[in-house]
């Protein structure tokens, strides 16, 4: 009887390889668990001792804090305002020359085309235009079409 099988033992085996495989992600999943919570606890500066809140007061500051710092996002990306000699000069600089005709003629395209294309292209050209003017830079944008 040479080459038969010990069932028993490949039984064995594989319940053993199921345990095993069990406990590891058993495991796994209690670390992942405790990292995760311990994320979400420092992202929410609880500390212990501090007294219970109500969720009004808690949703209060939130709104708060969120109200914050999209008011600071939005003061970032505010450009100062210009002066009125270099508006000019960006004015009557070729680039801004081309734009300002580039932003004319797709307005009286809509105008007498009113189609969805010449809205978009119009919208691009004049809105490149005012970036220009405003900021001095330009993009490297593709008109929509």
């Known amino acids: 009887m040479h080459g038969e099988t010990n069932y ?6 594989i319940a053993g390889g199921v345990v095993i495989g069990g406990i590891a992600l058993w495991v ?16 929410l500066n609880v500390t212990v001792g501090d007294p219970p809140g109500s969720s009004v007061t808690a949703g209060a500051a939130y709104k708060r804090q969120l109200a914050k710092e999209r008011g600071q996002q939005i003061e970032s990306r505010r ?6 000699a270099l508006r000019r000069k960006r004015e009557q600089s070729e680039r801004g020359r081309q734009y300002w005709t580039q932003c004319e003629e797709w307005s009286r395209n809509y105008k007498m085309t009113p189609t969805e294309t010449t809205r978009l292209n119009g919208k691009f050209y004049c809105e490149r235009y005012g970036t220009y003017i405003e900021t001095g830079r330009t993009s490297n944008d593709k008109p929509p079409f």
């Open 79 to 84: 450009v100062p305002p210009i002066d009125d």
């Open 28 to 43: 796994a999943r209690l670390l992942l668990g405790i990292g995760l919570m311990s994320a979400v606890a420092s992202g």
């Open 8 to 13: 028993l033992k490949l039984m064995l085996a």
